[in-house]
């Protein structure tokens, strides 16, 4: 590393000749991949944009000029450029750099994200915003080709269009999504890639053509007419112009010099939008990531040389995983169930589906909205559909939901794969609020299992069960539980009692059930006895149940890897208020206070919010002598 050493903002890359940036993407490339093979992380796709990023901070002068990056995942050269380039190992771990992009981490990050096709509409904002205070910087947006297809992505064009404001869209155009990129903006993009080979060739045939004497020019012309006539049919001008977008394209993505120039043309479109149509490579410069890039989009660590995964030792399937499999199992059983993924079919274990059941299975690219309303198209015709989400994602779709599916008791299931506290991805891709959004919404189920052997029977039950349902389950492994039973029918809104004994309660939702276990086994050895309930359902609550404890014990503990407004704690509240038994027991909530939680490790991020066998152990006995104490001070009134 020489020239890298020395840039510790954009202002000192941009003290460099030109002909040097390619050497500076090379020594970006390079220490991302060193990197990446130590920590893990979005390797393929920042590699992809390292060109992009080199270019875009030399032609604009950031952070005065505004760029914006789509999702963010991307964004490893720009946090190497822009300061961050020692921390970068750090990324995604607690206390360290974020995996995407954090106003709150960099002046240069004028946008958080984390959630694709977002950047068009935030850049216009801002370019309207500068139009307005009468001020001359550029607003440039970076997005991917999959994220241009998002739905708010082409809201945002077609406002700009329509507004003829200044701003400039970088494509970063590589032909993928994290799978392969689907539809037919896809198939629109990759006849620009053609059309473009297709003038290269024709622009030697007509060197050629002219080249013969006489004939060659007559020759010539008629071949120029069929160019222009295929450049009409098929080039941007279809889609692009038409929305009052200008294009300059295609331009080489890992060509610095060719990026640069094509950045500065742009500068100059003063009188509305434009489009820089960059053409890259997800993991360029890795052998093994140019070659399987769908499985180098994001890393853990792996072997620099040969680029082989480093794995940890066999572990539970997880949850994706177990999910996947069983919905193909009942599947096969059912062919009424259909699977849907929006642009994560293997975050969601949807590729199985994809592979055995292609025509009963679709990916909808980054399009949650559109997913949940065509699930809920397909329902009215009869089928059952099964919308794999992540629950963050799924937010997005939140009045589909309502609107579309519960309004109308559709037969919709959703599976909300990362229902919890997600990682190293953070406060935009945490699962925290998925419970509560469900809950509040007519008609809806909302269930969680304790482990990957409920899921199956919860999976068999949602999609048996006719009406709108959900589920949610945490990412990363499960308990290791047998999963090799058929999934059996679970009575809804029934929950299990695991323990029994004592004046306490511990009532947990999903992944707490294991952990609030242990707790208790804890506080056994402690000579404390708990009663441990499975809920399985935040909706409808097992109220007989719960009533009962109400009546029976001193403290009930309710524990949910969520935030704990409007969750599953909320809901024992809600119901011991309905029934006149709110002072008759005392309950305490555990879960995520409203703040947003960073990232970092899962578990030691549960274990701050004291969700973890420890954490439970630790509030029940403080409760208890709560408890005590207040009980102390009343006898000593009385007395
Ligand atoms: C709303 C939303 N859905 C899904 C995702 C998960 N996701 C992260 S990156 C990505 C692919 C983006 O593809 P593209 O925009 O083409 O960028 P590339 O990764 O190819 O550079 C997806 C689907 C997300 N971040 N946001």
Known sequence: MTLLQNIKSPADLRKLKIDQLQDVAEEIRQYILETMARVGGHTGASLGAVELAVALHYAFETPHDRLVWDVGHQAYAHKILTGRREALPTVKQYGGISG??????????????????????????????RDRKGEDHNVVALIGDSSLAGGMAMEAINQAGHLKTRLIVVLNDNEMSIAPAVGALTGYLNRIREAHGYHRFKDEVEEKLLAIPSVGERLHHAAKAMKDAIAAAVLPGALVNELGFKYIGYVDGHNVKALVKALREAQQIKDGPVIVHALTTKGKGHPAAENDYYK?????????KTGKPIKSPAKAPTYTKVFGDTLCELMAKDEKIVALTAA???????????????????????????????????????????????STFLQRAFDQVIHDVCIQDLNVKFCMDRGGVAGG???THHGLLDIAYMRGVPNMLVMAPKDEGEMRDMLYTMVEHVGPASMRYPRGNGIGVPIDQPPRLLEIGKAELLR???????????SMVHPALQAAENLAKDGIEATVINARFAKPLDSGLLLALARTKRLIVTVEEAYLAGGFGSAVLELLEENGLQDKVRVVRMGIPDRIVTHGDAKLLLAK???DADGIHTKVKESLEILEDRRARQEKVRA
């Open 500 to 510: 029994d004994g004592g004046e306490i309660a511990v009532v947990a939702y999903g």
């Open 296 to 304: 180098w989009h994001a890393t853990g660590p792996f072997d620099l």
């Open 425 to 427: 991805d953070g406060p």
């Open 344 to 390: 994560m079919p293997d975050g969601t274990g949807v590729c199985e589906a994809l592979t055995q059941f292609p025509s009963r299975s679709f990916d909808v690219g980054i399009a949650e909205q559109h997913c949940v309303t065509f699930a809920a198209g397909l329902s009215v015709e009869g089928l059952k559909p099964v919308c794999a989400i992540y």
């Open 100 to 129: 995407f992009l954090r106003r709150d981490e960099s002046e240069f990050d004028t946008f958080g994200a984390g959630h694709a096709s977002t950047s068009i509409s935030a850049a216009l904002g801002m370019a309207i915003a």
């Open 609 to 611: 919010y004291g969700l």
